[in-house]
């Protein structure tokens, strides 16, 4: 069963976080991260079967987002939901940075695939 109110409450934080990081990494697609945080939401607080702790976990859910411009507020839900700390958000498109403007696999738990247009 879907929690509105703890949904709605993480859609929220995932919109928050997503201008801040566009903000401070001086990065675009702020539309296409505001318009998923609701279905991230819904999908990350009742849909999904993950375990931050154990991201690899073989019978965790796989979810992939094809539209990698949306990267930062899949990292903000993965820092919401545990897999990552929310401080790293703070470096998001920074220089060295593993949080990159487009979704990347590596060395991001919970990031199944490399998506975006340039993320091909």
């Given at each position: 069963?879907?929690d509105?109110?703890?949904t709605?409450?993480l859609?929220?934080?995932?919109?928050?976080?997503?201008?801040?990081?566009?903000?401070?990494?001086?990065?675009?697609?702020?539309?296409?991260?505001?318009?998923?945080?609701?279905?991230?939401?819904?999908?990350?607080?009742?849909?999904?079967?993950?375990?931050?702790?154990?991201?690899?976990?073989?019978?965790?859910?796989?979810?992939?987002?094809?539209?990698?411009?949306?990267?930062?507020?899949?990292?903000?839900?993965?820092?919401?939901?545990?897999?990552?700390?929310?401080e790293k958000?703070?470096?998001?498109?920074?220089?060295?940075?593993?949080?990159?403007?487009?979704?990347?696999?590596?060395?991001?738990?919970?990031?199944?695939?490399?998506?975006?247009?340039?993320?091909?």
């Amino acid at each position: 069963m879907i929690d509105i109110k703890k949904t709605e409450l993480l859609s929220k934080k995932i919109r928050k976080h997503a201008l801040k990081m566009t903000h401070l990494g001086n990065s675009s697609h702020i539309g296409s991260n505001l318009s998923i945080a609701d279905i991230l939401a819904v999908l990350y607080g009742s849909i999904l079967y993950y375990n931050s702790n154990n991201p690899n976990s073989e019978n965790r859910d796989r979810f992939i987002l094809s539209k990698g411009h949306a990267g930062a507020a899949l990292y903000a839900t993965l820092a919401e939901c545990g897999f990552i700390p929310l401080e790293k958000l703070k470096t998001h498109c920074q220089n060295g940075s593993d949080l990159s403007g487009h979704i990347s696999h590596k060395e991001i738990p919970g990031v199944e695939l490399s998506t975006g247009s340039l993320g091909h």
